[in-house]
């Protein structure tokens, strides 16, 4: 086990070329840290310093150079989470997929452009655990003179979600492969990276405070940022107006209480609609499978309004939700609408190329070396996804290399059974590295479908390279002769990660507009370690403006 001795540089130069043509210099850098104000003191890996991140700014139709630095000894790559990358995948950033990793000592400029996106996307590390502290929010404004699509808000505030560890996250990981087991669940989850005043944590801070003043508007970015669990953010005595998520602007509705995947971002309004006071925050878990085991803490935070006094008897508190309130869960996701505005309209894809029916979800395989024999595995299609080692795909599709990877991943599950009920036990899942080739600006329908083979669990799924529209969601098997009546192809919200509920399924459109690999994950990051991944070839259009641009000179080898 290599320990975390050194720190990694992480320089990021944003040039945000504006309409007046000035270019605005940003640099970050990421040092070792090692933290006093959670429940252990270790050294993490930071941006800056911080935990979480410094926030990257830039607008839209911006140009984004980032230059990595890796100073661990760990292999390293950075994820720009949401970002279309239309063309330069070679900066999309997951590891063996778009790039081999930048290793210890070596660098990777990072090099894309903000085509057509603006609002709350974020980064992070995509290798290992490694984002459990490595990450951070990215901010993109809309661009010069362009308002936002409701009032503004009198300030902006970043609140990025996440789950803390005592122990070193790459030797929890490890310990469960080894046994096949799964891991040990986090210690606590974070607000702004403090467990809160009211944490079972020995914190030796009152946690993030969020000041306001009364009659003011707030706009919050909220990011999830946790490993593996999905969260729900309240504030007490407040509500909420949804404005935006993952970077798509929505029909506003107000709610007590947001569910958010981890993965997803989601930006709401905060009106400070009180005189004083202190109000409680609160981040807390939602699995609705009750035999799946979860860090069943809550973060807290404090809204603080000017002039109130700072006693811990002055917080008024609020109920969380239970850790299985599905009909909460369930009712935000139902409520979330594209805008569908002039300005931001919806092009849902009518007619279909592609219909594929995925099924996610977890088994058992015999492991000899294992605890009990056998090991728990994640699998789409009954196919559990085997990384490459001597070349990303990414490299091995544009260079033409054999022996990487195969096209022949299955549209469809090999045996049909019922998906949601108990299902065959017996069904062992395969392994490889099977890719599903895709025409240029092809049509997908892609049927996301839950299994309950070890027992339903619900499961945020990043598709890295486009957005997506949620045409349809319900619990139980997709009826692919009744389901589709349901469909939402109006206003149905656009995202980049979709939590897919328990027992359940969501259906997704796309188009394949962007030629490249595109990964296809679960966001809990146990799922993606045990296998639950896969990758889209989307092949080159007509002409050099439909083509994967050549890799930039300093691309990491293997």
Known sequence: MVSLVHAILLVILLFSVLANGITRHYEFNVVLKTTTHLCSSKPIVTVNGRYPGPTLYAREG??????????VNYNVTIHWHGVRQLRTGWADGPAYI???????????????????QRGTLWYHAHILWLRVTLHGAIVIKPKPKVSYPFPKPYK?????????????????????????????????????????????????????????????TYLLRIINAALNEDLFFKIAGHKLTIVEVDAIYTKPF???????????????????????????ITASPFMDTMIIAVDNKTATATVHYDGSVATTSSITTTKIPQRNATPIATSFSNSLRSLNSREFPVNVPLEIDHSLLFTIGLGVNPCATCINGSRVVAA???????????????????????????TDFPG???LAFNY????????????????????????????????????????????????????GMGVGNYNPKASPSAFNLVDPIERNTVGVP?????????????????????????????????????????????????????????
């Open 62 to 71: 911006d140009n984004v150079l980032v230059n990595v630095v890796n100073k």
């Open 420 to 471: 949601t009920g108990t299902g065959p036990r017996n069904l062992r899942t395969l392994t490889g590295t099977r890719l599903y080739r895709l025409r240029y600006n092809s049509t997908v329908q892609l049927v996301l479908q839950d299994t309950g083979i070890i027992a339903p669990e619900s499961h945020p799924i990043h598709l890295h390279g486009f957005n997506f529209f949620v045409v």
């Open 380 to 406: 789409i299609n009954n196919i559990s996804f085997v990384m490459p080692s001597t070349s990303s795909l990414l490299q091995a599709h544009f260079f033409n290399l054999s022996r990487v990877f195969t």
């Open 156 to 216: 902006e505030v970043v609140v990025i979600l996440g789950e803390w560890w005592k122990a070193d996250t790459e030797a929890v990981i490890n310990q469960a492969m080894q046994t096949g087991q799964a891991p040990n669940v986090s210690d606590a989850h974070t607000i702004n990276g403090h467990p809160g005043p009211l944490s079972a944590c020995n914190s030796l801070q009152d946690g993030f405070k969020l000041h306001v003043k009364s009659g003011k």
């Open 502 to 558: 328990s027992g359940g399924w969501a259906v997704l459109r796309f188009r394949a507009d962007n030629p490249g690999v595109w990964f296809l994950h679960c966001h809990f990051e146990v799922h993606t370690t045990w296998g639950l991944k896969m990758a889209f070839v989307v092949d080159d259009g007509n002409g050099p403006n439909e083509s994967i641009l050549p890799p930039p000179a300093d691309l990491p080898h293997c």
């Open 412 to 414: 469809k599950p090999p």
């Open 98 to 116: 778009t790039q081999c990793p930048i290793q210890p000592g070596q660098s990777y400029l990072y090099n894309f452009t903000l085509t057509g």
């Open 254 to 280: 107000t709610t007590d209480t947001i569910l958010i995947t981890p993965g997803q971002t989601t930006n709401t309004l905060l009106t400070a609609n009180k005189s004083t006071g202190r109000y409680l």
